[in-house]
């Protein structure tokens, strides 16, 4: 089963970058979904990117669209979100999820059977 394990959260001025990685181990990622979701202190986990990985389609929240950008590097077995001009909003815990297969509901925390622990971004204004 696929063990995942996030990476590159800090503290970042705002109009900043970051780049997050999710490295899984334990088997490939070819034919899972991998997806990123963000959670705020009291909040519910919120949907931010998707990508499939045997057919590389991406998706994304409205609120990162034009700023995030995820991929995948097949080589590592590692899937990256690439976050620009980052806004306070954007702080909160990042957390990669996958599951195997692709599903049109993507955006749903519950589909994903495969979570990392978590990896803390903070955006200073």
């Known amino acids: 089963q696929v063990h995942l394990v996030e990476s590159g959260g800090g503290l970042v001025q705002a109009g900043g970058s970051l780049r997050l990685s999710c490295v899984a181990s334990?088997?490939?990622?070819?034919?899972?979904?991998v997806a990123w979701f963000r959670q705020q202190p009291g909040n519910e986990r919120e949907f931010v990117a998707a990508?499939?990985?045997?057919?590389?389609?991406?998706n994304y929240a409205d609120s990162v669209k034009g700023r995030f950008t995820i991929s995948r590097e097949a080589a590592k077995n590692t899937v990256n979100l690439e976050m620009n001009s980052l806004k306070p909003g954007d702080a909160a815990v990042y957390y990669c999820?996958?599951?195997?297969?692709?599903?049109?509901?993507?955006?749903?925390?519950?589909?994903?059977?495969?979570w990392g622990q978590g990896t803390q971004v903070t955006v200073s204004s």
């Open positions: 334990g088997d490939i990622l070819d034919g899972h979904t």
């Open positions: 999820a996958a599951t195997f297969g692709w599903s049109s509901r993507y955006e749903s925390s519950h589909l994903y059977d495969r």
């Open positions: 990508i499939w990985w045997t057919g590389g389609d991406t």
